[in-house]
């Protein structure tokens, strides 16, 4: 119990301590949770993104990582930034937290994984327009992808031998050809060599069939070539539970799968349950490295 006031005002046989402090506080218990403060300098409205902020805000979110690359946390949970007003505000130079958070772990590769109890997908290109995703895919970001996702299985969540269904870049994964090549000219031979390695890989497999449960129960994540073939089947599957997990950075972040939803700031109706699956994942993740 925290009491905020004068002791004296408590019956004698309650056992307490006082606390001059506010920053001592912590202390006292095993298990609370430490608070950082920070003065942002003007006042927050809710609903509006105030440019005044963004570098605060940028660091905090550099504060963050110093805490969990010095040991002094066991793992990040960021919450939901917008964007533009941080590039309004401060010239803030990357698409995301995900790139941030990248370029201050020494420009790491990484990939985006969505997570809930019921899928794990990582989509190989992210926040380009569709039609570019041809060309942005290429046989070396879906090895670099394969393998990061592999090594943080491995070595987030404790999956030994990860198998892992890919995705096919067009309808019916191309159908021989008839909907495209790609899958015969690098998709197909790309799996087939990284088998060799001793990558557990199916596929290229059609994207429309390989997320209901019967599908789901084969394999421990799947990769997307693109943005909506990842994010579609887990936000139908799980809208409310989803965590974005960052694998191949030195340390472990999460976060919920949403974004900063002004429209409904301060009424009091937002669903905190992604921001609470995100903490919950990051502290099982701890538990398990």
């Known amino acids: ?6 002791p004296r005002h408590l019956p004698r046989d309650i056992p307490h ?11 006292i218990h ?25 570098q605060r805000v940028i660091d905090v979110i550099a504060q963050g990582v110093d805490l969990v690359q010095r040991g002094a946390a066991l793992a990040l949970c960021t919450a939901p930034i917008h964007k533009k007003a941080l590039q309004d505000g401060a010239g803030f130079a990357y698409p995301g ?9 020494g420009d ?3 990939v985006m994984m969505l997570a809930s109890d019921q899928l794990r997908v990582v989509p190989t290109t992210i926040h380009i327009a569709l039609a570019q995703v041809p060309q942005v895919l290429t046989p070396a970001l879906l090895r670099r992808t394969i393998e990061i996702t592999a090594y943080g299985l491995r070595r987030q969540f404790s999956i030994a031998n990860p198998r892992l269904a890919i995705a096919g870049l067009n309808p019916h994964a191309g159908e021989g050809g008839a ?7 690098w998709i197909a031979p790309l799996i087939t060599q990284m088998r060799g390695e ?3 890989l199916a596929g290229p497999l059609p994207a429309d069939t390989m997320f209901h449960a019967a599908a789901r129960a084969r394999y421990d994540a799947a990769i997307a070539m693109y943005h909506d073939q990842a994010l579609i089947p887990i936000k139908t599957l799980d809208f409310d539970r989803g965590v974005n997990v960052t694998l191949g950075l030195p340390f472990i972040r999460t976060s919920p799968d949403h974004g900063t939803a002004f429209d409904i700031a301060g009424q009091g109706i937002a669903n905190p349950t992604s921001m609470i699956e995100a903490i919950r994942l990051a502290h099982r993740m701890a538990e398990t490295r």
């Not at 119990?1 to 004068?6: H, R």
């Not at 301590?17 to 202390?27: N, P």
């Not at 095993?30 to 963004?54: I, K, N, Q």
């Open 17 to 27: 301590r006082v606390v001059d402090r506010t920053e001592d506080a912590c202390g």
């Open 30 to 54: 095993t298990d609370a949770l430490p608070v950082l403060a920070t003065d942002f300098g003007t006042d927050a409205t809710h609903g509006t993104a105030d440019p005044r902020h963004a």
């Open 97 to 105: 937290h995900t790139e941030y958070l990248a370029a201050l772990a």
């Open 198 to 200: 001793g990558f557990d």
């Open 1 to 6: 119990m925290l009491w905020l006031g004068d």
């Open 179 to 185: 909907m495209g090549r790609e899958e015969l000219d």
């Open 108 to 110: 790491v590769d990484v």
